[in-house]
């Protein structure tokens, strides 16, 4: 039975109350005393000197991975990309290396498939498999960056990566390779044989760190990507600092953290084609079978324009999450959906739980201020619950907004403990949608547009 909640009458939801300063917030402490981002040596390996020529044609993929060999032998440093346009394909990080970039330094990324295999193994939305190396990659790698003030630009358009996505029809698409893919996943055929790459077109991710230590993403600005533009997956201590992405591609995430404990994203810019944070643990069988939730994530002082979300926990959640902490953000854009969203399914299941949200200053959503959506693709039909328990948000100010609420469960699911706290909305112009979920707004300020 959907239930819409009166404005009048959401405004005056009192009856429960919390304290203003949630004491799970007492972790973040103990969770960045974890979070210390890794120190290289002092010493620079310059990729002119081993061969990489500035021009923007010439292909410095060779010459990038001899200064990454030379740097890691000498017991690491920095793998110095001075200013010039780099033409490279894929770059393939070890331990101990710092990729940086120095102002007006541009790393141009190939958009032809080829320089992206051999195949790596890797996870597709949440699914593992093999298939194109990420355009920056590590695996197994301990102490690794990307840093500086420079460009990564993946070069990706209507005309090469992006058509993979299937929009414009056609053969070329991702479509049927992503549909096998999900079928061996429910399957549950063995991972190692789920070999894809030259004519599937699965497009590869911008970064991704793989079951590494000590990673650090800052300063610099991300382009055009192919697909996600940062994702750590399995990783532990995780900082991703004054990052600038502007990329409007399709499934176009700034951050999708998989599967990775202790991370920090503060500082960044987001204007995305999807989620500006999506936050994820495996997708269906893979998620269970891997087992490794999303635990302990701060997102603090970042600022959202456009994307789905501002933060995003899903879909691909089946391997759960807890404690995510957002404070002191600014959000706004007509593109911008809503705030904070969480998806699933009975396919997928998952348990969100321990989802905090503070001091958040939203100009304009486009739907609504918090999204739980639990009907998301295969909705209801499925055997695993989808559980969504103790999400707060406290003290968010909004300009404009359509509804505060876009809440929708079905009657096998779990949504609870979902409380809005000291807010003000205003500008709101329909009611609020709630199925088969406990939410509650208190002490909240909720004005009607004129």
Known sequence: MKKIIPLAVAAVLAAFSLQADEPEWKLVPEILQRIVAPQFPDRDFDITKTGAVGDGKTDCTAAIARAINACANAGGGRVLVPAGEFLTGAIHLQSGVNLHLATNAVLKFSTDPQAYLPAVFTRFEGIECWNYSPLIFAVGQKNVAVTGAGTLDGQADDSTWLAWKGRKGGTNNQNAARKRLDQMNNDQVPAAQRRFGAGDYLRPNFIQFQRCENVLIADVKIRRSPMWEIHPLLCTNVTVRGVDIFSHGANNDGCDPESCRDVLIEKCIFDTGDDCIAIKSGRNNDGR?????????????????????????????SGSCSNVFVENCEMSSSNLVCALRLKSNAVRGGVVQNIFMRHVNVGLVKDSVLQIDFLYEEGAKGDFKPVAKNVVMENITVAQTPRVLNVRGFPAAEISGVRILNSTFKQIRKPDVVENADVKLVDCVLEPAK
């Not at 939730?293 to 933060?311: E, F």
């Open 289 to 317: 079978r891997v087992g490794v939730p999303s635990v302990n994530l701060i997102i603090r002082d970042c600022t959202m324009r456009d994307g789905h979300a501002g933060t995003a926990i899903g879909s691909e959640i």
